[in-house]
């Protein structure tokens, strides 16, 4: 059986726009998040998905500076391909780590609909049937086009995640730390943890200079 060639490869940036920024010890995001899909085409009528974290003109120029490693690549050879990007010369000044995962990404998508299974099974087998997922509270400024989806109050937080509860089936609950002063955040956490139960947690600030900030705080240690 012949074994798929790669002939071209393709990347375009997408934006999804927020319901309002999320905020965060870093300041605010800044209402959408950026990925780039990279399609990885072959000789057999099969084309690969990817994703990268990130976009713009600056990285699907950076992709397409990659095609002339890659045509004629055999997907199948992933060790091969790694080197290929990510060498040590020719990674000494562009680290390349994030397109080869998302061309990595894209090998994989082909070599699953290549040999008809998933690609779970190429990596090992599945472990289970379904996966759970948590939802991930922010605390949000209010969307500039509508003033709606403010996130600053234990109420403001307790209705949002109920909400996304009963719209999504969430079964536990993250919220990120660090943009207020410790015990406010303190005060918060305890509220929207009463609200919810034992499927509430909190997770770490972005920054560890609002960690240290945190751990200095008085109760901290209680969260």
């Not at 010369?89 to 998302?102: E, F, G, P, V």
């Not at 299974?117 to 090992?124: E, K, T």
């Not at 989806?149 to 730390?177: P, V, Y």
């Amino acid at each position: 059986m012949k074994r798929p060639r790669i002939t071209d490869i393709r990347a375009t940036t997408v934006t999804v726009p927020l319901e309002a920024p999320l905020r965060h010890s870093n300041g605010a995001h800044w209402g959408r998040f950026v990925r780039t899909i990279v399609e990885v085409e072959t000789d057999v009528g099969i084309i690969g998905l990817g994703e990268m974290g990130g976009g713009g003109e600056s990285a699907e120029a950076a992709f397409r500076a990659l095609k002339s490693y890659l045509v004629g690549h055999d997907p199948f050879e992933l060790e091969n391909l790694r080197f290929m990007i990510c060498n040590p010369t020719a990674s000494l000044y562009n680290n390349r780590t994030q397109m080869h995962a998302a061309i990595e990404f894209a090998c994989l998508d082909i070599m699953g609909k290549f040999l008809g299974v998933p690609v779970c099974d190429i990596l090992g087998g599945k472990m289970r049937d379904a996966v759970p997922f948590a939802s991930y509270m922010f605390f949000r400024l209010a969307n500039k086009d509508t003033g709606e989806g403010e996130t600053r109050t234990a109420d403001q937080l307790i209705e949002q995640t109920l909400a996304l509860k009963k719209k999504c089936g969430f079964t536990s609950h993250k919220l990120k730390s660090g943009v207020f002063p410790p015990d406010y955040e303190l005060e918060v956490f305890r509220a929207w943890a009463k609200a919810l139960g034992p499927t509430a947690s909190a997770t770490t600030p972005t920054r560890p200079s609002a960690s240290r900030r945190r751990s200095a705080s008085p109760g901290a240690s209680k969260i």
